[in-house]
Every structure is written in C-alpha cells, then in structure tokens.
C-alpha cells in the first residue's frame, strides 16, 4: 500500500509539479545594495534598499494623524475596533465614533478646566526642554487607542507605560518624569493608592475602562458571523464628504449593553476618597464626550517628540525612548506600502500588549490600510477562541506564542491513530521535501490535512508574520508545512520605532530577516568578537541609521551618546549576516553571545530557542559566564504536557503519579530530583543530537521549576522572558552549580599539584643520579687533571729545587775553591822557595807526595763514594716523603677517595724516583761528555766549579787551578777523587777542603 502511494505521489510530481518549477522558485532580486565602500577594516560595506533615490520621493512626511483623519471621516459607520471577553465580541467601534472621541478628549487635554495638560521644563535638549506628558498606564483597549491618537492630535507628548510593570517601575518612572496626568486601568489604581505617599507629583487619575457590561454577546456574534449582517452594520457608504448615511445603526448597538453597576460603584468610591488621598478620579467618557467637530493638528513638526516608550527591560533598567513624528511615518506609511499586505488581510487580532512599539505599529498600519481590530479577551484560555472568532487572515506574534502554537498541534497529532499518524507524516515530510506552491496545492487538495488543522485555529489564516525575536528555522518550516501558510519574519526593536526590516512576499526563507522597509534606511556590521566583518559574507553587530531611529533616552543624554558611532548609526547590540541578496539574518544578541572558561563561546538565544522545541518546556534560559566549564539552564514546563510525554514514555511508574493528581504533585521539588531530571536531559540531548553544534552546547546541570511564567513575573509584556530577573531569583541553583565547578577545578588544582609534585620528586631523584654520575665522572676527569697538574707542578718543583740547589753548590764551590786555590797558591810558592833552598830536598818531597796523593786519592775516593751514596739516599728520601705527604692531604681533603689517594702516592713516587735516577744518569752522561771538550775563556762570568789540578812532581810551578766552561745546570769534570756530587752538603766540602790543606 505504501509502494502504491509513493508511485502514485511520484507520477503526481512528474505531471504537475516539474512544469511549475520555475514559477515556484524564481529569481531573487535582493533587498539592496552596496550604496558606500567600507573605510575602516573592522566595519562592511553600508548596504540601502534598491532604487533607494526613486523610492524616497514616494515617501514625503505628513502627520499621522492628517493622514488618518483624511481616510476616515467622522461619521463613517464603518466598525475599526471590537473588543472581545470570554472569547466571544463584547463590543464595537466605528470609525466616525473613533474619531469623534478622539477629537473630544484631545479636546479637554488642552482646555481641561480652563488650562488642560501643563508644560515643564526637563533636562533634555529635544523638544527645547519643553513637554507636556500624558501617561498612559493599562493594556489594550479602545479607549487607550483613542487617547494615544488624541494627544498625538493636541500635541502632548505620551508617556507610555506597560501594564505589567512592576509598581516600583511605575513609581520610579513617574517621580522622574513628574508626571501629573496618568490614563490607567481601574484594576491598577489600588497599587498606585498604596505608593500614594511617594507620588508628590501625580494629581489626575483617568480611568480608561469601559463601563459596558458584555451581556448582548448573542447578538454581536450574529453580526460577526454572517457577512450578510457585517454589510448591513458595517460596510455603510459614505457621501462624497465621507458622511455616513445610516450612522443610526451604530447609536441601536451601543444601546443595547448595560453599564457594569459594579465598576461604578468602585469608581464612585474612589472619588469620594479622592478628597482625602490627594488625587482626582476622572472616567473616560466624562473628558471624551465634549461634542466638536474642529481639530488643530499641534506640534506637528517631524522632530517633535510625540511619545515617549519605556522598554521592558529585559537587560536591567527601564530607559524612555523617545519618538518623533517623523519616526512613526518613516516606521507606519512605508510598512503599508509592503508586498505583505497583498494578501488583503481584512482583520487584525491585537493580543500583543499596544504599549509595545511592535504592537502599536501594526495597529496604525490596520488603521490607515482599513483593516479592522480585533483585541483579545485579556485572558490566556480563550486565547485560542479569540484566533478563531477574529478571522484574520494575517496573524502577528512572538516566537513564544507560535511555539505554543506548534507543541499543541503535534501533541493532538501524536493522540491520534499511528496509522494516521503515519500517512500525516509521509505527506507532510513529502511536502517539504518539494516546497512548491503547485504541488502543496495539489497535495492538500488531495488529503485535505492542513485544512483541518488550520480549521481548529482560524479557518481564515493565510499569512504568519514573526516579530519580537527569533524563530527556530524548524519550527517555522514545521508551520507553514502544517497550516499551508506562508511565514514570514520581521525585525526591530523599540529604538527602530518598530519593524524596520521585513520579508518580501516571494521570501521563503525562514532564517532570514527581510530587507529594509523604507528606502532611507543605511545598515552595517562591524565586527565583534569571533564574528567578522570582512568575511565575503559579512557578520558581526548590526548598526542602523534611519528616519525611524529614535532620537535618544529621555533625560539620558551621556547613554544616549554612547548609542551611536561616530558617523550616528545606532548600535543594536544584534549580532547578524548580511546575506548575498542583501537580507539579514540574525545570529545572537551581543549580551547573549557568552565566553565559557576554556573560551569558548555559546550563544545562549540560540539554545533557549532550540531547548523550546521540546513540547512541555515553555520557556529555557541559559546561563553562563567565565567561570564555568559548561553552561546551565532553568527551565520552566507545563504540568499537563509533562505529565502526558512521561506516560508516552512508561516513565511514571514507582513514581504514585496518575492523571488526578499530577498537578499536584509535579511540584519544583519533586521535579528536580534524579529521575525528573534524568528525563528531562535525555529530551535535551535528542534535540541537541538533531544539530552539529559542538560539545559544550550540550546542558548537564539543570532547574526544573513548574511555576507559571508570566508578565507578572519574568515575561515583557511582548513574551519576552525577563533574562534578568530570572538570573536574580534563580541565583541560588547558578551558585550551586558554580560552587560544584570550584570545588572540580579545586580538586583538579590539588590532584595537579600531586602529580607535579610526584613529577617534580622523579625528577629530583633522576637529576640526583644525573648529578651524581656527572660528579663522579667529574672527579674522575678533575683527578686526573690534578694528577696530570700535580706531575707537572712536581717536576717543575723539582727542577727549580734542583736548580736552586745547583746554583748554591755551584757558588759555594766557586768560594770554596777560589779560597783553595789561593791557599795552594801560597802552598805551592812556598814549597818552591823550599825546593829551590833545598835541592836535596826534592827527592825526598817527590816520594812523599806521591804516597800522599794516593792515599789521599784512595780515602777521598772512598769519603765521597760513601758522603755521595749517603747524602743522596737521605735527600731524596726526605724530598719523596714530604711531595707524598702533601699530596695526601690535598688529595684527601678535597675527594675524600682511599683507593685514589694510594694510587697517586705510588704513582708519584715511582714517577720521582723514576724521574731522579734519569735525571742522575743524565747529569753524569753529560757532565763526562763535557769534560772531554776545550775549556772556555776565564771572562765569561757563568757560575762553575773549578776542579782540583793535581799536584804534578815533575813541574809544580805550572799546577795551577784554571776555570772551564760547561753547560747550563752541568757540574765541571774533575778527577773521581775529587768529584763532588751537587747534592753534597756544606759540612762534606769544608771536611774535603781542610783535607786537601793538610795534604798540601
């Protein structure tokens, strides 16, 4: 059966839809254009709508107000505005009453008991410091339309204040504006009463409810339910002066209501107390039904400010933006101009809070397009019935309510059979997969699904608009596919006086944003943060400069500078993507784009969004700063939703949870234990898992709360959540969660400083090993350094000690042996006087002093043999001694090594005895080789050692002691007798030489 389908569904496309490709998906002809080259590399191109100099001739100011009053005489019977309660009409306005009310009550704000509205002097340099203000404090109704547009008439600046303001908002706003005349509703007079002392300013209290009681809804519902008896009330003709003919019809409706007898008791009451508390009550009607017919536009300059708005304050403080005329034109005319409204829509459910500049716009636009207004019940279960009953074609909200919208219709789709469930899904999924208008035709044509859903919420809607935020891209494709409508999207914030940028008719691109609406408008990026403004598709903070800008913040003049860049474009805080055709999609708010500790950035709008799509959960904000790992959420849900998903999904077993009691006993705190929590999550994941976000868009620590979010606690009236006020109240789940990161990144801290510890000790013990090996190989080197230094040091030691020694032997032997000679000298002259004296004597002499040199040769030979062998065994003993044992001690004292000391002591003294027989031999060799040379002059002063002629007995006149030269450090040859080793002693030499005296 499926196969069939699909070839029947196949066959379908190749006959209808191939052909009407083109008309479906036609060229894009773009927004804009780039009207100004960038000048500075952190800003884009300045990009204006197309034809932008054609188009701003058709756009030439004119007041509002003229406008209006020039399309909608005073006595056109036609109805502009029905209020609903309950559901169901309660009451009609045409425009010609409209009107003539506004003129009336414009009226008495100037000539009210003679004076009307007082003007005062402010700090503010629009308006000339000059206004005359007219609060406006209530939700929507006829009669708050009708103030509005009668003080835009007499020329007195508005003052609008949202009705779910928190009364210290209002009693802060009202001290600094010192403001007198304040229109509200009857139900928020009581919290004015209780702050009365802290009003000095405040003096007249308008009450704006209407006094009718709605019981004639039987008959209103005939009216609006047959479009014969919508043209006998409503659809009158007019004459050519826009007179209405049959204006009676009017004057039997309004007849037949009652007045509300219990809202005129209260209001009776008030005035009588009135005398006591300071303040004067007046009823609408009582200043609005001055009959007049003459109306002076005032103070219809285009920079006169005409209104004052205070934004909701989702981001901290309420600020007044101020608003000229030329804002409201540039914002009202060129937005009726739009391909939007070709649709032709013929109603407008106003349920949106009109303070809302968004709001107020489109009930303007209504006006001046003649489309008629249908205002809500005030009441969030007939919502869904006033959709229905108001049989709009266009219907205008907030992502909030379509999000609503979506999570109904799948849950009644998910109750049904799953064979239908099947067949509903296949068609859907089929259809998106082709978007094109032929075949969707065809195909709804064929089942007819979309028709009976859209049936259950306005048979009559053709067109979603999306304002006031962003969409997710699913849901919108999800709705148009559901309802067979087209969605389109639209952006702008208070500042912007309104929309500013919308989609085009032919637009179906559900991320984007449109383009410009008026041809003055001039828009940019610049680049923030991770978003740049130089990329081929620019990205980064949205600046704007048009005649819809507002001109500043009431009595803020520095916050107000600081709005603007240095060429006056408005800084939205909005980051977006100025995309090919000049459309704009919107990323982040600036405040919303957040910074986790690793540094990476969320952008936690986006998550809201995306975490709104699960059905139960009604609003999700997310939350996170630099200080954490991951982000956080709190998340509101619907009981009902909640309780029907978890038993889907078999998840209330154990739990005593039933249908009767689930509304009491889904509380916070049963919902935020492990397995609420558990399930919750895993919903979170799957949609997370839908995505190509990266790991830390995913949410681990959440708050589940089930109580009721609305404008009396943490929604704007325009179903913003109140960012602020949630992080304030919900302070002590972000501080547990922070408090659980600091004692992780805590434990981590410690663990860390463990390892680093354990990293450092390892480290410590293999630098020790290192250390120790480097010292040992370090001491191996030094000592053999010090060994090698400590030879050398010896040697030269010895060397200068044995030339030292050498150098004393050689002088004292030079005196010992000069005195000798000189003493042979005389010895000898003597005994040649005795020879020549004695001639007999001579022989004698001879044989005697034979025997005498050789006894003397032969002891002398032996004394030196024995003095020499002696005197060098002691020295060089002594000299080895003390070398070893200083090196001992040096060699001890700085490495503390046995075994190296030994060693050095016996290499040492090897290395000296060794070095001492060598030096022996040497200066024996040598001293015999030189012995044999010829002996040098006497004048060459060198230090030598003469040596001992013997005594010859043939000729003792010529035996005579001659000096010789030798080499450096050499002792002279003498004759073995008398040879004298260098290390003789001072007492062997005197012995030696007294010898030789007595034997001379």
Request: glycine share 4%; with cysteine.
């Amino acid at each position: 059966m499926h196969f069939i389908f699909s070839v029947y569904l196949f066959i379908i496309y190749i006959i209808y839809v191939d052909p009407c490709k083109c008309s479906c998906f036609g060229k894009d002809k773009g927004y804009s254009e780039i009207c100004e080259k960038a000048i500075y590399e952190n800003e884009s191109n300045t990009y204006c709508m197309k034809d932008h100099l054609i188009r701003e001739s058709l756009f030439i100011y004119k007041p509002i107000m003229k406008l209006l009053l020039k399309k909608y005489r005073l006595r056109n019977n036609k109805i502009a505005i029905v209020e609903h309660a309950y559901g169901e009409p309660q009451n009609f306005i045409t425009y010609g009453k409209f009107f003539r009310k506004v003129l009336s009550f414009s009226h008495s704000l100037n000539n009210f008991e003679g004076q009307g509205i007082q003007g005062k002097s402010y700090k503010e340099h629009q308006n000339h410091g000059w206004f005359r203000l007219l609060g406006i404090y209530g939700s929507n109704s006829i009669n708050w339309l009708i103030a509005d547009m009668a003080a835009m008439m007499s020329g007195v600046t508005t003052l609008i204040l949202h009705s779910k303001f928190s009364i210290d908002v209002i009693v802060n706003i009202l001290n600094e504006t010192k403001l007198e005349w304040l229109c509200l509703d009857l139900d928020l007079v009581e919290g004015l009463l209780q702050h009365r002392h802290e009003l000095p300013y405040l003096k007249k209290l308008i009450i704006l409810d209407n006094l009718v009681k709605p019981i004639q809804i039987d008959f209103l519902r005939y009216i609006f339910n047959d479009s014969r008896n919508i043209s006998e009330y409503s659809d009158t003709s007019d004459d050519e002066d826009g007179n209405d003919i049959s204006d009676e019809s009017f004057e039997i409706n309004m007849g037949l209501a009652e007045y509300d007898l219990e809202k005129l008791e209260k209001i009776k009451e008030l005035k009588e107390r009135s005398k006591y508390i300071g303040f004067r009550f007046l009823e609408f009607d009582d200043i609005s039904s001055v009959p007049t017919k003459i109306y002076n536009i005032q103070n219809d300059e285009p920079d006169f400010i005409t209104s004052i708005v205070y934004t909701s304050g989702t981001s901290g403080k309420s600020k007044g933006v101020m608003l000229s005329n030329l804002n409201m034109y540039n914002a009202i005319v060129p937005l009726c101009k739009h391909s939007m409204l070709n649709y032709h829509p013929k109603a407008h459910l106003s349920y949106l809070p009109v303070s809302h500049i968004y709001e107020r716009i489109n009930v303007y636009v209504a006006f001046l397009s003649g489309i008629k207004i249908d205002i809500w019940s005030k009441n969030i279960n007939f919502f869904a019935r006033d959709i229905f009953n108001s049989k709009g074609e266009l219907l205008v909200g907030v992502p909030k309510v379509f999000n609503r919208i979506y999570s109904n219709i799948m849950a009644e789709i998910n109750n049904l059979s799953s064979t239908k469930r099947r067949n509903i899904k296949n068609v859907f999924s089929l259809r998106r997969s082709v978007n094109c208008t032929c075949f969707t035709n065809l195909l709804e044509g064929i089942t007819g699904y979309s028709s009976k859903i859209r049936n259950c919420v306005n048979p009559n809607l053709e067109v979603i608009l999306n304002g006031g935020g962003k969409l997710s891209p699913r849901i919108a494709d999800e709705l148009r596919v559901l309802l067979n409508v087209n969605f389109y999207q639209g952006y702008g914030l208070t500042e912007t006086t309104g929309p500013i940028f919308v989609q085009q008719r032919k637009d179906y691109n559900t991320e984007s944003m449109g383009g410009p609406i008026a041809p003055n408008t001039r828009y940019k990026v610049r680049t923030w943060e991770t978003y740049k403004a130089s990329d081929s598709t620019p990205k980064g903070e949205l600046l704007i400069k048009s005649d819809s800008i507002f001109k500043g913040y009431f009595q803020e003049r520095e916050l107000t500078q600081s709005s603007f860049t240095y060429d006056r474009f408005f800084i939205t805080g909005d980051i977006v993507q100025i995309n090919d055709n000049g459309s704009l999609t919107f990323l982040d708010r600036s405040k919303g784009l957040v910074k986790l500790s690793q540094g990476e950035y969320i952008e936690t709008d986006m998550l809201n969004n995306l975490y709104s799509e699960i059905p139960f959960i009604n609003n999700c904000v997310v939350y996170g700063d630099d200080s954490l790992d991951e982000a956080l959420a709190i998340i509101s849900v619907d009981k009902y939703l909640l309780y029907r998903c978890l038993r889907d999904d078999n998840m209330l077993n154990n739990t005593g949870i039933n249908e009767k009691n689930y509304l009491d006993k889904l509380i916070d705190k049963k919902l935020n234990t492990k397995h609420f929590i558990d399930y919750v999550k895993n919903k979170m994941l799957e949609v997370y898992n839908n995505t190509h976000l990266n790991r830390y868009n995913i949410i681990n620590h959440i708050y589940i709360t089930s109580k009721t979010w609305d404008t009396t606690n943490y929604l704007t009236p325009t179903m913003k959540v109140k960012r602020f006020s949630v992080i304030q109240d919900y302070a002590f789940f972000i501080d547990h969660v922070k408090d659980i990161f600091k004692k992780k990144l805590k434990d981590e801290m410690e663990h860390n400083e463990n390892l680093e510890d354990e990293i450092l000790h390892d480290e410590e013990i293999e630098n020790d090993q290192i250390d120790k090996e480097k010292s040992v190989k370090n001491n191996i080197s030094r000592t053999s350094q010090k060994r090698k230094s400590h030879t050398q040091e010896k040697s030269k030691s010895i060397s200068q000690e044995k030339s030292k020694s050498i150098s004393q032997e050689k002088s004292k032997s030079i005196s010992q042996e000069k005195s000798k000679s000189i003493s042979q000298e005389k010895n000898t002259s003597k005994s040649q006087e005795k020879n020549t004296s004695k001639s007999q004597e001579k022989n004698t002499s001879k044989s005697q002093e034979k025997n005498t040199s050789k006894s003397q040769e032969k002891n002398t030979s032996k004394s030196q043999e024995k003095n020499t062998s002696k005197s060098q065994e002691k020295n060089t003993s002594k000299s080895q001694e003390k070398n070893t044992s200083k090196y001992k001690e040096k060699d001890t004292s700085k490495y503390k090594e046995k075994d190296t000391s030994k060693s050095q002591e016996k290499d040492t003294s090897k290395s000296q005895e060794k070095k001492t027989s060598k030096s022996k031999e040497k200066n024996t060799s040598r001293s015999k080789e030189k012995n044999t040379s010829t002996p040098p002059q006497e004048n060459i002063s060198i230090p030598v050692k003469k040596k001992i002629a013997k005594p010859q007995q043939n000729n003792m006149s010529k035996c005579t002691l001659k000096p010789t030269l030798n080499s450096t450090d050499m002792p002279l040859k003498v004759p073995e007798k008398y040879k004298v080793q260098t290390n003789k002693s001072r007492f062997q030499v005197q012995n030696l030489r007294e010898e030789l005296e007595m034997n001379s």
